[in-house]
């Protein structure tokens, strides 16, 4: 594997304090939801580099590797792909890989387990993100019929069976959020 493209692929995406319109958008829609999330991420090596995914969820203990749609070729999305399951079994996190805008509809998500407690991650590659129902404001991947609450697991008691919403009000309103502040930075 390739040092260069491993330290490109997890590069932070701020130059001089500027984040990308990628990245701003997806820390807006994740602090609307009151996830604490952070830009500076845990470093790990790979391939005797130190990376770093672009966003990290604290209390999740989940790594962010954020992507454009169709920004590239179907071979360089596959070796993104594998360098980001290469990322979370060597750092012992699990890492969303996310490609498009926050927005209903506008972005897939797969899930990349660690090499830890891995057969307890479900596999997802088209998921869609969910809040928990009633007294659960958990953030929640969901596809299909399947379900899984966004966090590191540590043990099988993490798993206990809840319905998450996937229109819940604090979803649209995060969305909105995210919408309204990319409308006003189109006027200025």
């Known amino acids: 594997m390739n040092n260069a493209i491993a330290t490109n692929v997890f590069q932070m995406s701020s130059v ?35 990376c770093s995914s672009h966003l990290w969820l ?26 980001c399951k290469t990322f979370a079994k060597n750092d012992g996190h699990p890492l969303l890989y996310i490609t498009g805008e926050p927005q209903l509809f506008q972005y897939s998500i797969i899930l990349f ?8 991650y479900p596999r997802f590659s088209n998921a869609r993100f969910a809040i928990g129902s009633g007294q659960d404001r958990s953030l929640w991947l969901i596809q299909d019929r399947r379900h899984f609450r966004v966090s590191k697991i540590w043990n ?19 969305f909105a959020r995210v919408r309204d502040l990319s409308e006003a930075a189109t006027v200025h």
């Open 16 to 50: 001089n304090g500027f984040q990308s319109p990628l990245k701003q958008s997806w820390s807006v829609f994740f602090e609307a939801l009151e996830v604490e999330v952070k830009s500076s991420a845990p470093t790990t090596f790979l391939s005797g580099s130190s």
């Open 58 to 83: 604290e209390k999740q203990q989940t790594h962010i590797h954020l992507k454009q749609k169709q920004s590239g070729s179907l071979q360089q999305e596959l070796d993104d792909q594998n360098l």
């Open 113 to 120: 387990p660690p090499r830890y407690n891995s057969r307890l």
């Open 156 to 174: 099988l008691s993490q798993l206990k069976h809840r319905t998450p919403t996937l229109d819940s009000d604090r979803l649209q309103q995060a």
